[in-house]
């Protein structure tokens, strides 16, 4: 239920290519692949980073992360991404 324009985006987005392991991959290739590996899309709220000059350090405003994570490890990924690893994650374990 999205709109031909957000589809379009969403499209673009997930065909972008990413260099992971010394292989060039689509975004959407990516999220399949970790998923397959055991990875889990994982949401955190409220964090917060550093930045400015190490004399004047300034705390950056609360955000949302979003990850795909296994054990310690974790990748960095967009809230679209998100949602996508999401949706194959749910449905992954309603077929199980």
């Not at 589809?7 to 997930?14: D, E, I, Q, T």
């Not at 990875?39 to 350090?57: A, L, M």
């Amino acid at each position: 239920d999205m709109t031909p324009l957000r589809f379009g985006k969403v499209v673009a987005l997930m065909e972008q290519l990413i260099r992971f392991n010394g292989k060039l991959m689509t975004r959407l290739q990516f999220i399949k692949d970790r998923l397959q590996e055991g990875w889990k899309p994982i949401r955190r709220e409220g964090v917060t980073s550093w930045y400015g000059s190490r004399w004047d350090r300034k705390e950056s405003k609360p955000r949302t992360e979003y990850r795909l994570q296994r054990n310690d490890s974790y990748f960095c990924i967009t809230k679209t991404e998100f949602d996508f690893a999401s949706y194959l994650a749910e449905r992954e374990e309603s077929l199980s």
